[in-house]
């Protein structure tokens, strides 16, 4: 059975159940402040389990995207190695909320297992959670009763609280869950150990398919269980695991999911699976995560050297370092598979092929500078094996390479191995700890429950409408993190605070007691679909009712950046074409920066083009046109623009400005009059095929243009006031021009001079003609005149020193010769000599330079250099 027909059949047998079926939401999570990446089929539905909202239909079903390389779910190291881990898979799930329980997920799990896809009953095993005394929780025997009737009671296992007991998170709804699991082992592996032997115990051919999570509980701060008011589901199957059982192999790679992609990767790097075990390693690696990286592109994550890009950076240089180190591939290459991978999943995820000229850009950039970063990697680690004395490279000195250049661990071990020397392993790995503890400790928020005041069934934002209405506070809780201190989390029963989100900051503003107490909100946040509102303190009381009131100012300049990258948008398809999309963007009061597709640098012309075009729209005062509340379709069929990478609801919110329509859930002037002026501070590039603009509008312009005016009158004070500046300065320039060639001139005269007289200076060390000396000449000079002296020689040695500004400089010739015969290093000597004057440098074995910030440490270097020739 074809993994497309595995997918359809799953679905139309939930639909059959009366399941909604939804699209699978974004892999990357751009709202979410406790996660980076749906690690989970859940995910999308946190907001309904945890009952701060309501779905339409209590019943869903879907094939969720999702990516599991960090935090407590992180399967990357495993990933290529065995056969059933992934970084990006796909999980097939059914949920209800509040709706049907234990008896019918186990009685439709069972029936599609073995009637639709009629998997062997003997091949089947599932568990049951056994209890655990620490949280007073009995055995799930409501689930081994229904178990029973279906599967033998030998085939029903007892599993602990780390197999069987589903939670969230540390906080959050949990339960009892029931795992299926498949052994598709051979039947004389059967006869010898009993497949219920071998249930978790990460036996490649006896695994978890499918998980059945009974969410009863909530797990409050103080560890303590208590029931929720409703009952839900939530399974999880795996997709590939599913398919290597249907499609009787034994291996996730083996099914069609891989095997377009792996013969792709030996096609193209000339490579053949099945006789090396590191190069099947490395075409499995490669084939998982270049799909891993090209959802994640489509769903608008690029590679970056920050939080959800820098995961995604760091996997895609992981299959590059497989490829580049068994594959033998010095060249980009990867971006060749995503047309395998858009024909094979496009029309199941349509983002891919929408998104496929960008996805290919973006990840040949990466390799390309990845590459490069190796070849420096591999440089620096020469010098690093140069500089060790001894058998065992310092951990330090590795994770220097690993941290700061990016340059693989188990490449420098690799390396290492074959130049016979050793890794101090327990160093890198100390150094490697200290930095995760720092970062954990930097980023580690301890949350306390919540202190609910008024039961409210979901929170209403009017602040489209307003900036200031009386609230009351329904719920409150305390965090507490070294990077904030102490914060209070408040949720209202209605609130004109707008939550970040969008690209939009949340806004600021205060609550207002009726005698007078302020408490002032400093940030506003979206969490699990509560608007949280961030204080350093609570009122003294927290009953009755509140004005709660925003920051008018901050808003009315956000809202004016905002509704510039509408205007923005519009302006790039216009200017440049309807290929341009948007790809992000940060909305502030004090600026705005606008990210979007394009694949040729915007000339100076096009982006005064853009602005003039943005500015005439602010100058005919477009009125604000929006609609909320419509079918999402409907918004679409009207011209509105979606942006991949959004989660978008059933309901939808549009904004247009004459001809420019967007969704959107930001807040806009009620007209771009308000705007006052938008003028572009800077464009350049941020990714392969990723543009970006920075913006200013309203005050901040005003100031901008105030400060320019100033600026030009001093300039022009400057030059006595004449008439023309810019000709006075082109005059200037002109001047020193001609004065610099004089200079330059007459250095090298001075140098021609010199020549002769330090021709004369050379002395013989051991066959060898040595000059070691201080010059009062420049970089330039200097090269040329070691140069000089050296031609027509084969045997010369020559250090010159010099002081400029301040700084130490060193300059180090070799004549090849020289080099070749007593096996002598330019690039060496500097370095080692460079420690006299507090500095560093390189170059060629023939000539290297390095500078310094200690001149005093000139004479030392000279006096030590003869050491390499004695």
């Not at 879907?62 to 898979?89: A, P």
């Not at 929170?459 to 489209?464: A, D, L, P, R, W």
């Not at 074409?577 to 979007?596: A, C, I, P, W, Y």
Request: aromatic share 8%; glycine share 8%; hydrophobic share 35%.
């Amino acid at each position: 059975m074809k993994s497309q027909e595995v997918r359809k059949q799953f679905l139309d047998f939930f639909e059959s159940k009366k399941h909604t079926i939804v699209p699978s939401a974004p892999m990357v999570l751009k709202d979410d402040p406790t996660l980076m990446f749906t690690n989970a089929g859940m995910v999308p539905f946190k907001e309904y389990f945890l009952g701060n909202a309501t779905p339409k239909n209590a019943r869903l079903s879907d094939t969720q995207k999702c990516l599991r390389v960090s935090g407590k779910h992180n399967d990357l190291e495993e990933v290529g190695k065995d056969t059933y881990h992934h970084t990006m898979f796909e999980m097939l799930g059914n949920w209800s909320f509040g709706d049907y329980f234990k008896e019918e997920a186990i009685s439709w799990a069972w029936e599609f297992l073995t009637e639709v896809v009629k998997i062997d009953k003997d091949s089947l095993y599932v568990s049951v959670f056994e209890g655990d005394k620490e949280d007073g929780l009995d055995r799930d025997q409501e689930a081994f009763d229904i178990w029973k009737q279906r599967i033998d009671e030998d085939r029903i296992i007892d599993g602990n609280k780390k197999d069987n007991f589903w939670e969230m998170g540390a906080q959050g709804p949990c339960g009892p869950c029931s795992e299926i699991h498949v052994d598709i082992r051979s039947a004389e592996e059967k006869a010898k150990v009993d497949g219920k032997t071998l249930i978790n115990m990460d036996h490649p051919h006896v695994v978890e398919i499918w998980n059945l999570v009974f969410m009863q509980y909530n797990r409050l701060a103080d560890g303590s269980l208590v029931k929720l008011p409703n009952q839900h589901v939530d399974t999880g199957m795996g997709f590939e695991r599913l398919c290597m059982v249907l499609q009787g192999v034994q291996s996730n790679y083996d099914t069609d999911v891989f095997t377009p992609l792996m013969s792709e990767i030996e096609t193209i790097t000339n490579s053949k699976c099945g006789n090396d075990e590191e190069i099947d390693i490395a075409v499995r690696v490669i084939a998982d995560h270049v799909r891993a990286v090209s959802f994640s592109i489509a769903d608008g994550q690029l590679p970056s050297n920050t939080g959800a890009g820098y995961v995604i950076r760091r996997i895609l240089r992981r299959a590059i370092r497989y490829g580049f180190t068994f594959l033998d591939t010095k060249e980009p290459f990867i971006y060749k598979l995503v047309a395998t991978l858009v024909k094979q999943m496009g029309d199941a995820f349509p983002e891919l092929k929408s998104q496929k000229n960008l996805i290919t850009n973006v990840i040949r950039e990466e390799e390309a500078s990845f590459l490069r970063t190796l070849d420096k990697g591999l440089l620096l680690l020469d010098n690093v094996i140069a500089a060790t004395k001894g058998d065992t490279v310092s951990g330090d000195k590795a994770f220097e390479l690993y941290d700061t250049y990016g340059f693989p661990i188990d490449l420098t071990a690799l390396i290492l191995s074959e130049k016979n020397l050793k890794l101090d392993e327990k160093g890198f790995e100390a150094a490697l700890k200290e930095q995760k503890d720092r970062s954990r400790a930097a980023t580690k928020v301890e949350t306390d429950d919540w202190n609910i005041l008024h039961e409210d069934a979901e929170e209403e934002f009017v602040g489209y409408d307003t900036l200031e209405t009386p609230v009351k506070i329904t719920r409150y809780r305390k965090t507490e993190s070294k990077k904030d201190g102490e914060l209070y989390q408040l949720v209202f029963n209605l609130t004109p605070f707008y939550p970040e989100g969008g690209g939009q900051v949340g806004d600021k503003g205060y609550l207002e007691t009726p005698n007078g107490e302020v408490v002032y909100i400093i940030d506003t946040k979206k969490e699990n679909n509560l608007i949280i509102h961030l204080a350093k303190n609570l009122p003294r009381s927290t009953d009755g009712t509140f004005k709660a009131v925003v920051d008018a100012k901050q808003r009315s300049r956000t809202a004016a950046n905002h509704t510039a990258t509408h205007l923005l948008h519009q302006g790039l398809r216009k200017v440049l074409g309807t290929h341009v999309e948007q790809k992000g963007s940060m909305v502030h009061s004090g600026n705005l920066r606008f990210d979007f597709a394009h694949f040729s640098k915007v000339t100076k012309e096009e982006l005064k083009e853009v602005e003039d075009f943005v500015n005439a729209r602010i100058r005919e005062n477009l009125s604000l046109e929006e609609q909320r509340g419509i079918p999402y379709d409907q918004a679409v069929q009207e011209g509105a623009i979606a942006l991949f990478g959004e989660k978008y609801g059933d309901a939808v919110r549009t904004i247009r400005f004459g001809k420019s329509m967007e969704l959107c859930g930001g807040t806009h002037v009620p007209s771009t009059g308000e705007i006052w002026h938008c003028k572009i501070t800077s464009e350049g590039a941020v990714a392969s095929g990723i543009r970006r603009i920075e913006a200013i509008t309203s005050d901040a312009a005003k100031d901008y243009f105030t400060s320019e005016t100033e600026a030009y009158n001093n300039v022009k004070a400057t030059l006595k006031n004449a008439q023309d500046p810019v000709k006075a300065i082109t005059n200037l320039l002109d001047e020193n021009t001609a004065l610099k060639k004089q200079v330059e001139a007459l250095i090298r005269e001075k140098a021609q001079n010199l020549s002769g007289d330090l021709a004369k200076e050379f002395t013989d060390i051991d066959g060898v003609d040595f000059l070691a000396k201080k010059v009062d000449l420049d970089a330039g000079a200097i090269k040329d005149l070691a140069f000089k002296l050296g031609e027509n020689k084969d045997n010369v040695f020559i250090l010159f020193a010099t002081e400029q500004d301040g700084k130490a400089l060193l300059s180090c010739y070799i004549s090849k010769e020289l080099v070749a015969s007593k096996k002598l290093n330019a690039g060496t000597v500097v370095r080692e000599l460079g420690k006299h004057i507090q500095g560093g440098g390189g170059g060629q074995p023939f000539f290297a330079t390095a500078g310094g910030k200690n001149p005093a440490g000139i004479d030392a270097a000279i006096a030590e250099v003869k050491n390499y020739l004695v």
